[in-house]
């Protein structure tokens, strides 16, 4: 990206705008917002006073889990596409179920993980975790769990992008696939910060 561009300065002055206190788009300003972080957003979004976040699923969940009068009317949306049809969403990037080094009960840990992973265990667990404990793996997305909120269907098509942007920003990852692999240093870095 070239910073001294037409094309960022545009940008760089499009959000000066935005942002003036005294500017033509002051009376939209929320209270604070140039101070913002992630837990903001939600707080804003759950109280009304924000229409749209992009944010974690953790403002949808908290408005599911605590009957918020925002959820009925919460609907979570992919990222647009790039102009060249790429996709923006970033795939599966959440946890994982690790069994370290020296773990004094390796065999027990294998069975829990793979009991948790068992359809019949697991789709219980993510139905009502509001989009933040989602499958990983093919076939856990059962028709009871996506019936379970019309949102997760939504979610399955964010995690199954073919290349996920994220993935794309390191030079020597593979695309993030739901399958055991190899540990890639890029991915071990970023995970690391």
Known sequence: MEFDSPET??????????YDRNGKYAAMLPPGV?????SSNNEAYLAGSIGYTQNAFSVYAAAKRDNNPVFANTVLLRMPNANNG???DGGAVGG??????GAPNVDLAKKLALDLLDPA???PMSAVAGGLFMPAYENLWTDELTAADPNFLIIKEQVNVPEPFIGASCPHSQPRRSTPS???ACWNSRWAM
């Open 9 to 18: 300065v545009a940008a760089y002055e499009f959000i000066r705008e935005t």
């Open 34 to 38: 140039e101070s913002w972080g992630d």
């Open 86 to 88: 790429d996709s923006r």
């Open 96 to 101: 994982w179920l690790t069994i370290f080094k």
């Open 121 to 123: 265990n697991f789709t």
């Open 182 to 184: 190899a540990p890639k």
